[in-house]
């Protein structure tokens, strides 16, 4: 049996950001990672002081990012994006 406990910590909301576009060296991470995989995909990732970047999950599933985090305007984007999709045969 295991249970899993949130850790009591204090998030510095001025420190949380989300970015329209991630710096090009970070993509080049993130498109090495994903690389031959197609389909949804939900990373979660932290900028180091240092620059670098600290992927803590890959979840190949919208996950609760999208209703909790994501801007509305850029949610709706992304499901109107996956109406239009053609059904995979």
């Given at each position: 049996?295991a249970?899993?406990v949130?850790?009591?910590?204090k998030?510095i909301?001025?420190?949380?950001?989300?970015?329209?576009?991630m710096a090009?060296e970070?993509?080049?991470?993130?498109?090495?990672?994903?690389?031959?995989?197609?389909?949804?995909?939900?990373?979660?990732?932290k900028?180091r002081?240092?620059?670098?970047?600290?992927?803590?999950?890959?979840?190949?599933?919208?996950?609760?990012?999208?209703?909790?985090?994501?801007?509305?305007?850029?949610?709706?984007a992304?499901f109107?994006?996956?109406?239009?999709?053609?059904?995979?045969?």
């Open positions: 049996w249970e899993y949130w850790p009591h910590v998030e909301k001025s420190r949380r950001i989300s970015h329209g576009r090009q970070h993509t080049a991470v993130v498109q090495r990672l994903l690389q031959g995989y197609n389909g949804i995909c939900n990373l979660n990732y900028i002081p240092d620059g670098r970047m600290a992927i803590f999950e890959v979840n190949t599933r919208v996950g609760g990012d999208l209703a909790c985090d994501m801007p509305p305007a850029l949610a709706r992304l109107e994006a996956l109406d239009a999709l053609e059904p995979a045969v």
